[in-house]
């Protein structure tokens, strides 16, 4: 089922406002389609104007920066999630999440819904990998 972003039906007061204008297909947004731990699987979308966008189903590298330099590493698990307790569980990869990987904890800093690709900062190192 579509999600429509359109103007609120009421006004402050809690008074219903008239309808300004049907609905139209820019105002449409799309269902949440999460990226996941596994093989890596994305997908092309076209936007407004012609852009595109990647969006990625799943994956198991993340692009980490450990003292000012870019490696990647394999994802192990989603340890810690600040949007959805849930996604814990369901290993489910968004904006602030936490993974456990090779060589430590890593915080998301990318939207793998928008990106398509996982970057992320290191928060702790793995012992014995300092």
């Given at each position: ?15 219903l ?26 997908q ?11 969006l ?30 849930q996604f ?43």
């Open positions: 089922m579509a999600q429509w972003h359109l103007r609120s039906k009421r006004k402050p007061s809690g008074k406002l008239n309808k300004r204008s049907k609905k139209k297909k820019y105002q449409r947004g799309r269902d949440f389609l999460p990226a996941h731990i596994g093989e890596p699987k994305s092309q979308l076209r936007t407004k104007g012609g852009g595109e966008k990647r990625l189903l799943r994956t198991n590298i993340v692009n980490v920066i450990v003292k000012n330099k870019a490696q990647q590493t394999k994802i192990l698990s989603v340890i810690g999630n600040p949007a959805d307790s814990i569980r369901r290993n489910i990869i968004t904006k602030g999440a936490i993974l456990q990987t090779d060589l430590g904890k890593v915080k998301v800093t990318s939207r793998p819904g928008q990106d398509g690709v996982v970057n992320g900062i290191m928060i702790e190192p793995a012992a014995g990998k300092k």
